[in-house]
């Protein structure tokens, strides 16, 4: 069973967010939040596997609220997913930089919601691939002047490097597979190991490496 946490200013929108996890034999809302404070508290709280995160929020926004989740060590496993209006908003992407697995907008259909939720819980891929990379691109340049240091991949290897090129294109496994005539195990071997020595937890995190040490460009891309 999926546990899923809804945190949104909305209270109309929390509930059907709530309703439709509740549709869902395999998922189960664990609790709501109105504000960025009210989400941590309830991460705390219900341990949930996937917390949907709205991005604009009073008391605490949704990247602050992002942070706090992801960087307490004992709420590991935890992913978040971004909620959002806008489908260029500079706070998704931060979002992303802060270890979010991913972003939707709110006016996805219901059966791809709940689609996506199952998706970030596997930690498989990462969401609406196109969307989030035209996003991540076109903050990667805007944040060029702040970014973190370029991540060092001296220990990546050359097909790693291609892995990780084609992950943040947007290409499922298969497709990678399929691009570089390998099996879909050994890509998934490729992923774990890109994971572990990268130090991340999911793609979403795979993609912003691959902008910010410049092997991936908004050309490129």
Same mark, same amino acid.
């Given at each position: /069973?999926? &546990?899923?946490?809804?945190?949104?200013?909305?209270? $109309? @929108?929390?509930?059907?967010?709530? /309703?439709?996890?509740?549709?869902?034999? !395999?998922?189960?809302?664990?609790?709501?939040?109105?504000?960025?404070?009210? *989400?941590?508290?309830?991460?705390?709280?219900?341990?949930?596997?996937?917390?949907?995160?709205?991005? &604009? /929020?009073?008391?605490?926004?949704?990247?602050? +609220?992002?942070?706090?989740?992801?960087?307490?060590? =004992?709420?590991?496993?935890?992913?978040?997913?971004?909620?959002?209006?806008? !489908?260029?908003?500079?706070?998704? %992407? *931060?979002?992303?930089?802060?270890?979010? =697995?991913?972003?939707? $907008?709110? !006016? #996805?259909?219901? +059966?791809?919601?709940?689609?996506?939720?199952?998706?970030?819980? =596997?930690?498989?891929?990462?969401? *609406?691939?196109?969307?989030?990379?035209?996003?991540?691109?076109?903050?990667?340049?805007?944040?060029?002047?702040?970014?973190?240091?370029?991540?060092?991949?001296? +220990?990546?290897?050359? &097909?790693?490097?291609?892995?990780?090129?084609?992950?943040?294109?947007?290409?499922?496994?298969?497709? #990678?597979?399929?691009? @570089?005539?390998? =099996?879909?195990?050994?890509?998934?071997?490729?992923?774990?190991? $890109?994971?572990?020595?990268?130090?991340?937890?999911?793609?979403?995190?795979?993609?912003? #490496?691959? %902008?910010?040490?410049?092997?991936?460009?908004?050309?490129? *891309?």
């Amino acid at each position: /069973m999926i &546990r899923v946490a809804i945190a949104d200013d909305q209270p $109309l @929108l929390r509930a059907t967010l709530t /309703m439709l996890v509740g549709t869902a034999a !395999d998922l189960v809302a664990v609790g709501e939040a109105g504000t960025g404070a009210q *989400a941590v508290e309830l991460a705390a709280r219900t341990r949930p596997d996937v917390v949907l995160m709205d991005v &604009r /929020m009073p008391d605490m926004d949704g990247l602050e +609220a992002t942070r706090h989740i992801l960087s307490d060590p =004992s709420w590991a496993g935890a992913r978040v997913v971004i909620l959002t209006t806008f !489908d260029l908003d500079e706070y998704v %992407y *931060a979002a992303l930089r802060a270890g979010a =697995s991913g972003f939707l $907008l709110k !006016d #996805i259909p219901p +059966a791809d919601l709940l689609a996506a939720i199952r998706v970030v819980a =596997s930690g498989e891929a990462l969401l *609406a691939p196109t969307v989030t990379r035209r996003l991540i691109s076109e903050f990667t340049r805007r944040a060029a002047a702040d970014a973190l240091s370029a991540r060092e991949l001296t +220990a990546v290897t050359g &097909r790693e490097r291609e892995v990780l090129t084609l992950v943040a294109r947007g290409l499922t496994n298969p497709q #990678i597979a399929a691009h @570089l005539r390998l =099996s879909i195990s050994t890509v998934k071997t490729h992923v774990r190991s $890109l994971l572990s020595k990268l130090d991340v937890h999911d793609r979403a995190q795979l993609v912003i #490496i691959a %902008y910010e040490s410049g092997l991936v460009s908004a050309a490129k *891309a």
